[in-house]
Nanobody
Framework: QVHLVESGGGSVQAGGSLRLSCATS????????MGWFRQVPGKERERVAAIDSGGGTSYTDSVKGRFTISQDNAKNSLYLEMNSLKPEDTAIYYC?????????????????WGQGTQVTVSS
């Protein structure tokens, strides 16, 4: 069983930065694609960013130029650097892993989910 554990969430003012981390119990290179999703109460889970095994990346339009996804296979970890944060970025952020290598990473392709970490951006 693969476990994904997120960390790095918290509260920040608009314009600030946070770095999310996702530690995996498996080897990150065994996944075709890894990514980050976010969800607010009453809304569907939204894709944020994803990275495939070849280093290709995909971002949702609202975070392009502000967020950067990366992974460190030696540490079996996935990261999301979030800059210029806005109140509308407030959500629970989930780490995800898929055996397939499709980009963008859609929820129906995800095989493993983390428990989530809260990000709150105040104006």
């Amino acid at each position: 069983q693969v476990h994904l554990v997120e960390s790095g969430g918290g509260s920040v003012q608009a314009g600030g930065s946070l770095r999310l981390s996702c530690a995996t119990s498996g080897n990150t290179y065994s996944f075709g694609t890894m990514g980050w999703f976010r969800q607010v109460p009453g809304k569907e889970r939204e894709r944020v960013a994803a990275i495939d095994s070849g280093g290709g990346t995909s971002y949702t339009d609202s975070v392009k130029g502000r967020f950067t996804i990366s992974q460190d296979n030696a540490k079996n970890s996935l990261y999301l650097e979030m800059n210029s944060l806005k109140p509308e970025d407030t959500a629970i952020y989930y780490c995800a892993a898929a055996l397939s290598g499709w980009l963008p990473l859609l929820p129906r392709y995800v095989n493993y989910w983390g428990q989530g970490t809260q990000v709150t951006v105040s104006s």
